[in-house]
T-cell receptor, first 111, second 112 residues
Framework: GQQVMQIPQYQHVQEGEDFTTYCNSS?????IQWYKQRPGGHPVFLIQ?????EVKKQKRLTFQFGEAKKNSSLHITATQTTDVGTYFC???????????FGKGTLLTVNP | ETGVTQSPTHLIKTRGQQVTLRCSSQ?????VSWYQQALGQGPQFIFQ???????GRGNFPPRFSGLQFPNYSSELNVNALELDDSALYLC???????????FGQGTRLTVV
């Protein structure tokens, strides 16, 4: 079945440093979504990418979807303590009813 | 807040027992999906309900079952609980086209 792998598993940065998490799918995706989960919280939708090679920005966050629609990345510029949490990618295949989540990247930020 | 509410928030059950978890979906959404999230892992898809019918299922045994009601709220039932069923259970409401999924705060189930 479809597998979504995410690296790194953990990332600790100093406030102001940049952060990137990478996501790779074993199969071609119809779309990919990114979620953020704060400690003790629930996943919160950040963005969805649909088109091959798509790049979207939300303030300091930049999301990319690979040309082959099998990989994606999230880049945060100049991290802040409010960025702390686990970032998940979640891919959707052709059936379009199921999200397959990666294991997430836990980001901690030292003030 | 997403408008998706789950109850109860925490639950402790004994191995072998049965449990029912509930979810009220966001207004206007017709699809509810259930996920199991073990500690330190990503959410794992259990199943999805659309218009009161199961619309897809992940790799979970039949003792995981569900319902969706005419008002689009949903239940997750787990029979014969096992220790490994201890996890955070999340429901997410959306439109069938699987765009943005709104998650509830989850039910933390502990099986002892």
């Amino acid at each position: 079945g479809q597998q979504v792998m995410q690296i790194p598993q953990y990332q600790h940065v100093q406030e102001g440093e940049d952060f990137t998490t990478y996501c790779n799918s074993s199969t071609t995706l119809s779309n990919i979504q990114w979620y953020k989960q704060r400690p003790g919280g629930h996943p919160v939708f950040l963005i969805q990418l649909v088109k091959s090679g798509e790049v979207k920005k939300q303030k300091r966050l930049t999301f990319q979807f690979g040309e082959a629609k099998k990989n994606s990345s999230l880049h945060i510029t100049a991290t802040q303590t409010t960025d702390v949490g686990t970032y998940f990618c979640a891919g959707s295949g052709g059936s379009n009813y199921k999200l397959t989540f990666g294991k997430g990247t836990l980001l901690t930020v030292n003030p | 807040e997403t408008g998706v509410t789950q109850s109860p928030t925490h639950l402790i059950k004994t191995r072998g027992q049965q449990v029912t978890l509930r979810c009220s979906s966001q207004s206007g959404h017709n699809t509810v999906s259930w996920y199991q999230q073990a500690l330190g892992q990503g959410p794992q898809f259990i199943f999805q309900y659309y218009r009161e019918e199961e619309n897809g299922r992940g790799n979970f045994p039949p003792r995981f079952s569900g319902l969706q009601f005419p008002n689009y709220s949903s239940e997750l039932n787990v029979n014969a609980l096992e220790l490994d069923d201890s996890a955070l259970y999340l429901c997410a409401s959306s439109h069938l086209t699987n765009t943005e999924a709104f998650f509830g705060q989850g039910t933390r189930l502990t099986v002892v």
